[in-house]
């Protein structure tokens, strides 16, 4: 995919704050710290447009970026972050859900979980809600640089295990840091959201006859 214009549109709490018009929209979503604001800015080639840190917890609105003016990549906050307060906790999986289970742009949903580890119970549980509401079980794999490439097809086959994925599901993998694998995702998360591109309009030569 051809990034050609990529902007923060609305950081968002609720509803009456998400972009209006009928654009598609691709969200991210994964515990804290997991790489999706990082994920973001490589799949943009983006040095910083999406803010990342080291310390989980991060990202706390749901952040709106139009690109290409053709569709929307949403930046959701972390869930399973352990030192954030109950109520806040409460309040951010609220806004999560609300965004999750109400938009009607939202396209597709992509789950990304750490390539290292096994998915925790958390991820699981939004594997199998996304399932139950028609998203495409599409994972996405980070931190590919964390792990020597002879041990990749087993964190993959232990990822697919874990989640229960069909067969047919495909599991991304991505680096941030060595940006490897963008190709691949967008190869499979372009076709949700490209439209075709609008006929340039070809401009009659007009000639009066003076030169
Ligand atoms: N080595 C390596 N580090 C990564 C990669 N992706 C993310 N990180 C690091 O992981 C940490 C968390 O990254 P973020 O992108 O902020 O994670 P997040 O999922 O947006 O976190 P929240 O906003 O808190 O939910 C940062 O220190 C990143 O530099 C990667 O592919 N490789
Ligand atoms: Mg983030």
Not at 41 to 69: H, Q
Not at 127 to 133: C, E, G, Q, S, V
């Amino acid at each position: 995919m051809k990034i050609k214009t990529a902007e923060i549109v609305m950081s968002a709490v609720k509803p009456e704050q998400y972009p209006e018009g009928d654009l598609p929209e691709i969200a991210m979503v994964g515990r804290s710290n997991v790489g999706k604001s990082s994920a973001i800015n490589t799949l943009l080639g983006r040095k910083k447009l999406a803010r990342v840190s080291s310390s989980p917890g991060k990202t706390r609105t749901i952040n709106f970026y139009l690109i290409n003016n053709a569709f929307y990549l949403v930046d959701l906050p972390g869930y399973g972050y352990a030192k954030t307060s109950k109520p806040e906790r409460a309040a951010w999986g609220k806004m999560i859900e609300t965004y999750l289970s109400t938009r009607e742009n939202l396209q597709e949903v992509i789950q990304l979980v750490d390539i290292r580890h096994n998915p925790s119970q958390d991820d699981q549980l939004m594997y199998n809600w996304l399932k139950h509401f028609g998203y495409g079980s599409l994972v996405l794999a980070t931190k590919l640089d964390k792990i020597k490439r002879s041990q990749y097809q087993k964190h993959i086959k232990n990822i697919r295990e874990i989640l229960e994925m069909p067969p047919e599901s495909k599991v991304m993998a991505l680096s941030a840091l060595k940006k490897t694998g963008v190709e691949d995702a967008w190869e499979k998360m372009g076709s949700l959201v490209e439209r075709p591109e609008p006929k340039e309009e070809t401009q009659q030569e007009v000639t009066d006859g003076t030169q």
